[in-house]
């Protein structure tokens, strides 16, 4: 099972984090399943940027990003090469290392 290492952030998980998800699984639906309060405003539909992260490391082994994710990710907070959508960030077997920016374009957010 691949393992999600989190960089430290400063409200959702300060010590950082690592967490194990089955292959197959969005990276937003275990942060979430496992008590990292990502938001995901759009309940991980591809329709917002909330759920927005930088990988660090194993970006080649998620899934394929498509037109309407690169598309979005154009109105990120802090946008970077290797940013993904969480909810569209799709597990294989490698592990990964991903950052959590520290805002996101959401001004009101939710508690999921």
Known sequence: MPVIKILPHAELCPQGDEIEAPAGTSICEALVENGIALEHACEMSCACTTC?????????????????????????????????????????DADVLIEIPKYTINHARERH
Do not use: F, M, N, Y
Request: proline content about 2%; glycine content about 8%.
């Open 52 to 92: 927005h992260v930088v990988v660090k490391q194993g970006l080649s082994s998620l899934g394929e990003i498509d037109e309407i994710e690169e598309d979005l990710l154009d109105k990120a907070w802090g946008l970077t090469p290797s940013s993904r959508l969480a909810c569209q960030a799709i597990l294989s």
